[in-house]
């Protein structure tokens, strides 16, 4: 090895250290698990030597301890299928990034280190460089921002995940993920507060920075840390403060609460920054110093106040969510109001269940929720392994809620199946083609048992199968979401587009039999009007509770506002005039006794602007939403730059790093 004189000898015996115990350890015919060049900087040597026990969040830094003597100290990570265990004396605590903010001069060195070594498309970056900037000429400072995974001590990718692609290890503390145990959910780049996981559009899967796992075996900081020109990125044993730095922040401006992730980086940043920061992407959100000199987001009105339109922008890349979400709520709520009905006894309800019309509503229901689970795979990147979705039920709402939603659409199968038998059309029909008689292959009360019993069964699965959907949009990382309205509006619409669903057929076969159906009809209109009342009440508190917000829901509220503000004003109205019109329904039902065809006609429009108001609620649900990611800069990781590329053509240019709207 060529010696650099500008290395003391305490960095000389450290290298020397490090390639001595990588060759020890190398056994015979065995690949290395990294190769050390012979003319490796002294700076890209990893040199910790004396730990602290505990971070600053409590948590011990020597993660051996978390196992409770369960794991073996020295096992192999098989990286690259490699059995081989490094040499690093510290591969079992905690590491993380060293960021000085102050040194980086936004040249992406790093961005093309890390992109080389892992050999990712134009895309696709584990780590990149954004900006904030604020102040005027001639007192214009930026702050430029390298970010990639932080290896959180509570990762909620990890626990979001519904395939269990993440590991955290006890090795270096890195959380890893495995692209081909994914599915391409996406589900980690919602949770994850700092845009860490990359789904890939093309390959329909997600990837992320690794820690470099492979070179830090051989003593080597990550592939990123190296090729820093201005020294900004450093890495080793977390809370260990590398040499000529003077800070070990957990905050600075841009980056999104700590206490979300407990995230293993630390800043320094000492240089005056003015007090309002702002971003240079497309993102209405800047920062404000507060009384304690901490950088807070507020609202940046980058789009102006006028209001528009854009139907044409509501769709995205989740309309298979928007009408997975939407079918799931609507059948579970029709069933339960038909099953739970006649359960109860009530007359209009026993009335239907024992016509032929009972098992054909339940089969559109069963329809109805498969249609859904068809669009939630196609949402996926890789549908073929939808199975997986069940692989993280300890931890993964997503899993929980399709497992939800599976247990639902096969107990109302089952329902169907043992319903079938006491239908006077499915008796004739087998007797007629079959020449079968049902009766004797199960006997009538067996069979209504087990009906209920598998009905029953199906309303309390549908009932966690919603829970969890709720649970899967509190996202601490997408302000927007994580409100109570969300329950409100999938409570909501199981009321009122099941009560539509449910009461249109049950209601018809009544009159169509000669059975009474005002108190019947009473019952549904009440239904469908509570639904509009709760999921009214929802959208107010959240615009109320959102329009005062300054934070990433409360920007995501000007972009409904005013990109989306008259389709936003058009529901609203919409929504307000169909919940009247409901209750005026209801309470002249109630006062005359009866149902005549206006009364009917009325039913009409409220079913067509209840479909519609639903289909724009779910859709602006999903494309307004904002999440706390890291800024960005003027061309890379900017919404607004991909929309133009793409409007213009430029997005053609794989150089130009525009993902392709694959998936």
């Not at 305490?10 to 050390?36: F, L």
């Not at 239908?423 to 209920?452: E, K, M, Y």
């Amino acid at each position: 090895m060529t010696e650099n004189p500008k290395v003391g000898e305490t960095a000389q015996a450290d290298i020397a250290n490090a390639q001595a115990h990588s060759q020890a350890n190398a056994k015979p015919k065995q690949r290395k698990i990294w190769e050390i060049r012979t003319e490796e900087q002294y700076y890209a040597f990893l040199r910790d030597k004396n730990n602290k026990d505990t971070n600053r969040y409590g948590q011990k830094i020597d993660l051996i301890a978390h196992t409770e003597g369960k794991l073996p100290v020295g096992r192999s990570m098989f990286i690259n299928e490699n059995p081989a265990v490094g040499s690093n004396p510290n591969r079992n605590k905690q590491h993380g990034f060293f960021f000085t903010a102050d040194n980086c001069i936004g040249c992406h060195a790093c961005e093309a280190a890390c992109s080389e070594k892992n050999e990712n498309p134009p895309h696709l970056a584990f780590r990149s460089v954004g900006y904030v900037e604020g102040g005027s000429y001639p007192d214009y400072k930026r702050m430029n921002i390298s970010m990639a995974c932080n290896h959180c001590d509570d990762p909620v990718c990890l626990k979001g995940c519904p395939t269990r692609a993440y590991t955290k290890h006890v090795e270096y503390g890195a959380v890893l993920q495995d692209p081909e145990t994914c599915f391409g959910c996406g589900y980690c780049t919602w949770v994850c507060p700092y845009n860490a996981p990359q789904l890939d559009p093309v390959k329909g899967r997600v990837s992320k920075c690794n820690m470099c796992v492979d070179r830090l075996e051989v003593g080597l900081k990550p592939a990123c840390v190296s090729a820093c020109v201005g020294n900004a990125l450093d890495f080793g044993v977390i809370e260990n403060v590398p040499e000529k730095r003077e800070q070990a922040r957990v905050e600075i401006p841009g980056f999104p609460s700590p206490e979300i992730t407990h995230p293993n980086i630390r800043f320094q940043q000492i240089k005056q920054l003015p007090d309002e920061m702002k971003r240079t992407d497309s993102m209405p959100v800047k920062y404000h110093k507060d009384e304690n000199g901490q950088y807070k987001p507020a609202i940046d009105q980058k789009k102006g106040k006028a209001k528009h339109w854009n139907m044409a922008r509501l769709s995205s890349r989740e309309n298979p969510l928007v009408m997975f979400t939407l079918a799931a709520q609507m059948t579970a709520g029709a069933f339960a109001m038909q099953f739970l009905g006649a359960l109860a006894g009530l007359d209009g309800f026993v009335a239907f269940a024992q016509s032929v019309v009972y098992a054909p509503l339940a089969i559109l229901n069963f329809v109805l929720v498969a249609f859904g689970l068809f669009m939630s795979t196609l949402h996926l990147g890789k549908p073929h392994r939808f199975y997986r979705g069940f692989n993280n039920l300890r931890h993964s709402p997503v899993s929980r809620e399709g497992l939800g939603i599976a247990l639902f659409i096969g107990m109302l199968g089952l329902h169907i199946v043992f319903s079938l038998p006491a239908n006077t059309l499915f008796q004739s029909l087998a007797q007629s083609l079959l020449g079968l008689d049902v009766t004797q292959l199960i006997a009538p009360d067996l069979a209504h048992r087990l009906a209920n019993a598998c009905g029953v069964l199906a309303v309390a699965s549908s009932v966690v199968g919603i829970y969890y959907m709720n649970k899967c949009y509190r996202i601490k990382a997408r302000p927007f979401w994580n409100h109570w309205q969300v329950s409100t509006a999938f409570i909501g619409t199981a009321l009122t587009l099941g009560g539509l669903l449910a009461g249109a057929v049950v209601l018809s076969t009544l009159a169509l039999t000669g059975h009474a159906v005002q108190g019947t009809a009473e019952l549904f209109a009440a239904l469908v009007a509570l639904g509009l009342v709760i999921e009214g009440v929802g959208h107010t508190g959240h615009a109320r509770d959102m329009g005062r917000a300054e934070h990433e829901g409360g920007a995501s509220y000007y972009i409904q506002s005013t990109t989306f503000g008259k389709t936003f004003i058009l529901r609203n109205a919409l929504l307000g005039s169909n919940a009247l019109l409901a209750a005026g329904l209801l309470t002249s039902m109630l006062a005359l006794g009866q149902t005549g065809l206006p009364a009917w006609l009325g039913w009409g429009v409220v079913a067509a602007t209840a479909v519609f108001t639903s289909l724009v609620s779910r859709a602006l649900f999903y494309v307004l939403v904002i999440p706390t990611t890291m800024p960005g800069a003027f061309f890379w990781k900017n919404k607004g730059f991909e929309e133009h590329a793409r409007d213009i053509g430029l997005a053609n240019m794989p150089q130009v790093g525009v993902a392709p709207l694959r998936h």
